[in-house]
């Protein structure tokens, strides 16, 4: 089945590059998000990466998949205390009824030191 | 703001108990997705409409429901409420049903079963 694991906690100075990484099951196309959720509030889409790319940059943000190993990361370049938040992992699966739904890893908890 | 609505904020109820939760999706969005998150099994696919008709099934309890109705607003109703359900319930909306579609998260409702 599918699944997609991240490691838990994260902790950067501020102005230090962040990297969150993320693995995932679905060996075939499929697309790969990475949310954003601060204390309290919902999650907010970042960026997404369709697999047949093997980079995606959005101004601070890059987002790098290595297909062969089902890696995914997401880089925050100069990260700032604005930047300390959980970040999930997700893909939707790639099967025949697939509708889009997300399937989330646990997150990663991002602390940003000053 | 994503928006997306959800209604009400914070919910406290008891065992036993039956209560409905409100999700408005972003103008012109047809699709609707639930999602609950809690501390044990963190982000999972409750259950998918699109256009008033249900797409797709996750780990949806039987004594949940839901439904999208004509305006595309959509429900979630939990009934026979157990303490495990207490969670954050959050919708997502999407222009179209499937993979390739962004969804955007409203910020949730939390639910807390005494």
């Known amino acids: 089945g599918e699944d997609v694991e991240q490691s838990l906690f994260l902790s950067v100075r501020e102005g230090d590059s962040s990297v969150i990484n993320c693995t995932y099951t679905?060996?075939?196309?499929?697309?790969l998000y990475w949310y954003k959720q601060e204390p309290g509030a919902g999650l907010q889409l970042l960026t997404y990466i369709f697999s047949n790319m093997d980079m995606k940059q959005d101004q601070r943000l890059t987002v790098l998949l290595n297909k062969k190993d089902k890696h995914l990361s997401l880089r925050i370049a100069d990260t700032q205390t604005g930047d300390s938040a959980i970040y999930f992992c997700?893909?939707?699966?790639?099967?025949?009824?697939?509708?889009?739904?997300?399937?989330f890893g646990k997150g990663t908890k991002l602390s940003v030191k000053p | 703001d994503s928006g997306v609505t959800q209604t009400p904020k914070h919910l406290i109820t008891a065992t036993g108990q039956r209560v409905t939760l409100r999700c408005s999706p972003r103008s012109g969005d047809l699709s609707v997705y639930w999602y609950q998150q809690s501390l044990d099994q963190g982000l999972q696919f409750l259950i998918q409409?699109?256009?008033?008709?249900?797409?797709a099934k996750g780990n949806i309890l039987e004594r949940f429901s839901a439904q999208q109705f004509p305006d595309l607003h959509s429900e979630l109703n939990l009934s026979s409420l157990e303490l495990g359900d207490s969670a954050l319930y959050f919708c997502?909306?999407?222009?179209?049903?499937?993979?390739?579609?962004?969804?955007?998260f409203g910020p949730g409702t939390r639910l807390t079963v005494t």
């Open positions: 997700a893909e939707t699966p790639n099967y025949g009824g697939s509708q889009g739904n997300l399937i």
């Open positions: 997502a909306s999407s222009v179209r049903s499937g993979r390739a579609y962004e969804q955007y």
């Open positions: 409409y699109y256009n008033g008709e249900e797409r």
């Open positions: 679905d060996s075939s196309s499929t697309y």
